[in-house]
């Protein structure tokens, strides 16, 4: 077992029974990552900010420096490369305002994760589609955008996976059915994940 998932079952006993779908998840994103694919991210209201803080926690350094390899001084010289950090391909939907505000006032507004999914979404990306009843109109239609490009679907959800489940490679479905108690465990799932990725890619 990978040594940040360990811990965080440790600290959190009752995502034990969600070992397997942590790691499979762990499995395409890195395999995803490692093919020089990107993650696109979407959620709704507090899952909207969930999708955000993934993404930052992925394309900049989380826990550690993620330094640069002494290869790459010579490719951006050594000012720049002392002022950056190794990165991770991943896009927050919901934080492009400027497309989504445009569609949902021209088109059908739980279309608008969908069609930034068809947009940027290419084969062997991944698709992490969060939604705490695994219902949300705009984030299941994503999800059978993403399925159509031959795009992996990771799901955080609740207890019962919803409509999600189904369109779903993984379905991390926490143990909760309140939506704060879901929210609560889905930090700390997403945050080991980050840091299983920062672990093997950078450490």
Known sequence: MHAELENLLSRYPVLTNLNQEISSSFDLLYTCFKNQKKLLLCGNGGSASDSDHIAGELLKGFK???RLQPDE???FGDTMVDNLQ??????SLPSLT???TAFANDCNPDYIYAQLTYGLGNEGDVLWAISTSGNSANVVLAAQVAK???MAVISLTGRGGGQLKSLSDVCINV???ETYKIQELHLPVY???CLMLESDFFE
């Open 191 to 193: 945050h080991c994940l």
């Open 175 to 177: 143990p909760e059915d």
């Open 148 to 150: 159509s490009k031959k």
């Open 64 to 66: 550690s420096l993620r």
């Open 86 to 91: 190794g990165s991770l391909p991943a896009i």
């Open 98 to 100: 400027a497309a989504n």
């Open 73 to 75: 001084h010579i490719l």
